[in-house]
């Protein structure tokens, strides 16, 4: 059997189920972490940047390993690859491992960091929506003052229940 030849996709250009460290109920952590086995033949399909000394998801290519990966999104940071820490390593040092990693084996483990908006948190919280988090922050919500842009066609595509369209009401009665 010929293993097909696989290369992940790696950028330096600058352009951005999840697993809490600790209690759920602790809104003031500002850390979600998401670790995936990412596995399979063709381009693993993440293109990562540097950040701030951070090495960031830029984008995640449609049609690959990773755009199949639920929970993986744009703006993690890349704290672990294969089980060493990479949050001090250089972003080339970074991306070597990474193809080196991928392209032996069609295989490797990736753990990501995720910053987390506190007031948004806080807010979506209140009124039982944290579990839309993801979405609003997809649609540019970093806290409640965001809110007020969100229109109730956004709510329909993130398949919100009229029970919960009518909590949002509450926090955004312009709808």
Do not use: C, H
């Not at 929970?71 to 001090?88: K, P």
């Not at 949002?168 to 709808?175: D, G, T, V």
């Amino acid at each position: 059997m010929n293993k097909s030849k696989s290369y992940p996709l790696l950028s330096s250009d600058v352009v951005q189920p999840m697993r809490k460290s600790t209690s759920l109920s602790d809104l003031n952590e500002s850390d979600y972490y998401f670790e995936e086995f990412f596995e399979g033949d063709g381009n693993l399909g993440i293109v990562f940047t540097e950040d701030k000394s951070n090495i960031v998801v830029q984008k995640i290519l449609p049609n690959t390993v990773a755009s199949e990966t639920f929970g993986l999104y744009i703006q993690m940071i890349l704290i672990e690859v294969d089980g060493r820490d990479v949050t001090n390593m250089s972003f080339k040092r970074v991306s070597k491992l990474i193809s080196k990693g991928w392209n032996d084996n069609n295989r490797i483990y990736l753990k990501f960091k995720k910053q987390i908006f506190p007031r948004l948190s806080k807010i979506l919280n209140q009124f039982n929506l944290l579990k839309y988090y993801d979405l609003f922050v997809d649609l540019g919500a970093k806290d409640e003052t965001d809110l007020e842009y969100i229109i109730e066609d956004d709510l329909i595509k993130m398949d919100m229940t009229k029970d919960e369209i009518q909590q949002f009401k509450k926090i955004n009665p312009n709808i």
